[in-house]
């Protein structure tokens, strides 16, 4: 089957650096993208990884392993916005599978 | 403004009475897509069309069909709407299908009684 995992929460504290894991077993892989969605919300693009490696956009970045099925997210320099849930999908063929995300709470 | 629009934003109604979500873009997308979000399983794909008349099932399809008679939309219908459909919908819209970033509609709220 077809299955992307991620914890269900992460909390840190302002200012600090997160990350966000997320594994996933998949029929096809056209690329791992991670989505932003503040309660209440539609999930807004972040990042995108078709090969290995990481990639880094501002405070965010991340990461993509295909041989291990594996990609984590890390935010730096955390800030009370950034609470949010965090949604790891491969796209594979013409359709996505998504996680079912990580409730990331920041603490003052 | 590129943007996905989505109606109604909240609909309550009752078991059985046909109901249609509207989806809209105004990118020239030529993939669109339509998702329900539950607590703890996230978003699961019900359907989605790489063009227009090209639609196909998604993870989630049953109870649920689609049309893409234009470019731009890309309704939800419920025939016969069962309370198990109560979900937050997204309708989603990108470039093609694959390597490109989704942009998503506000969300539909529906409960069915």
């Known amino acids: 089957g077809q299955s992307l995992e991620q914890p269900s929460e992460v909390t840190a504290v302002e200012g600090a650096i997160v990350q966000i894991n997320c594994t996933y077993q998949?029929?096809?892989?056209?690329?791992l993208f991670w989505y932003q969605q503040h309660a209440g919300e539609a999930p807004t693009f972040l990042s995108y990884?078709?090969?290995?490696g990481l990639e880094e956009k501002g405070r965010f970045s991340s990461f993509l392993s295909r041989s291990k099925g594996y990609s984590y997210l890390l935010l730096k320099e955390l800030q009370m916005k950034d609470s949010a849930s965090y949604l790891c999908a491969v796209a594979g063929g013409f359709k996505t599978i998504f996680g079912a995300g990580t409730r990331l709470f920041v603490k003052a | 403004e590129a943007q996905v629009t989505q109606n109604p934003r909240y609909l309550i109604t009752v078991t059985g009475k046909k109901l249609t979500v509207t989806c809209s873009q105004n990118?020239?997308?030529?993939?669109m897509s339509w998702y329900r979000q539950d607590p703890g399983l996230g978003l699961r794909q019900i359907y989605y069309s790489m063009n227009v008349e090209v639609t196909d099932k998604g993870d989630v399809p049953e109870g649920y069909k689609v049309s893409r008679k234009e470019k731009r939309n890309f309704p939800l219908i419920l025939e016969s709407p069962s309370p198990n459909q109560t979900s937050l919908y997204f309708c989603?819209?990108?470039?093609?299908?694959?390597?490109?970033?989704?942009?998503f509609g506000p969300g539909t709220r529906l409960t069915v009684t």
């Open positions: 990118m020239n997308h030529e993939y």
């Open positions: 989603a819209s990108s470039l093609a299908a694959g390597a490109y970033e989704q942009y």
């Open positions: 998949t029929s096809g892989f056209n690329g």
């Open positions: 990884n078709v090969l290995d």
